[in-house]
């Protein structure tokens, strides 16, 4: 089996596993209570807290333990916007910022979506021709869950304050996070979201970073548990597991990188005798993802991988539901290439073998469908 699918989500490690299994017997206890099993549990999780901040560089910020990054960017979205202040969005966030963009645009809020380049980089001149001192909230993701695309945040932030100085920043670096280095300082982000089944990590766990003092609003209402911001006993094993798996990516950080950008370069190499647009740009963008378009449709050739149990995903497994790929549109890609297009994610157990068999696969796959009717000319 070949799981090209990493952006998707990840296999979670295997001794982080086994730690979060034998903490949830060991450490049950609920970390509210006041007797000490309690408060053990309590400290655990706040030391988790603690680390994050220290790896993102971010003292001075906050953070909330979420149970997805779908939840953190709702959070943000609907703590930060105000009623009279203009939202600025990038065009290729993922659905769960774009979809809740739409809905508070529904609502009476004056969202603007920002354009994207042919590369799927924000405009930065489109960002400065809708800059203004009535914006009061902006998200721009880090990297592009479909294409790769790295947004230079810490360039756009200064954009941004330079005419909106009140405005506040968030990001959503769910692809970048443990993948790329990452200093919220540096980057000048107000708030950050992160995810950790993608690095390895247990499901349902996703954080909410965002600086001290911000207007944050609450979620879920209850024991006022997490900061009263989102109530609901803690997951404290889950955040346990997520936080080791940060630590065992954070030590590899660039063998990680390195090996990926080996393996799309290869591939890439290997497939250059093949009709394929690539979407993006090879050199700048992570490596740790790879969107191609082919004369077909992109769900005809996931299938027929599957068929020889390699896995892929046509644009992100969460639009999947929806027809047409937003982003690749926005990028101004043609029909033939929003409906051609596989995306190819790494992590660092994949091989160079595992690509060498992934591209001899798909030259033949190719081979057998050029000149059926579901080929385009
Ligand atoms: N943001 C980006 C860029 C993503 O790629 C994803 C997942 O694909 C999410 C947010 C949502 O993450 P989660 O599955 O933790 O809700």
Redesign the pocket.
Known sequence: MIYFDN???TKIFKDVAEFMCDYSQENFYNPSGIYSKSIKVFNDLENCRNKLRGYLGADDYQVIFTA????A?NIALDSFVQKNKKVLIGGG??S??YETAQHLRQQGFDVVFLHLTTEGKIDIEDLKNKLDDTVGFVSI?H???ETGAINDIANLTKIVKSKAKNAIFHC?G??AFCKINTNLKHLGVDAY?V????IHGP?GI?ALIFRKGLPIKTFVFGGGQEQNIRSGTENVAGVMAFVMAMEKMQKNLKANFDHARTLKTRLLQNLTDTDFVLNGNEENDSPYIVSLSFKTKGEVLLHMLEEEEIFVSTG???NSKHKGNRVLTEMGKDKTSTDGNIRISFCEDNTEDEVDIFCKVLKEKLEKIKGLNIWKK
Not at 68 to 71: F, G, K, R
Not at 195 to 198: I, R
């Open positions: 952006a998707s989500t997805s990054a779908t939840e960017n966030e993922h769960s910022i993701m990297v592009n869950n959503d769910v692809q979201t995810s950790s089944h993608k499901r996703g992100s497994s969460c």
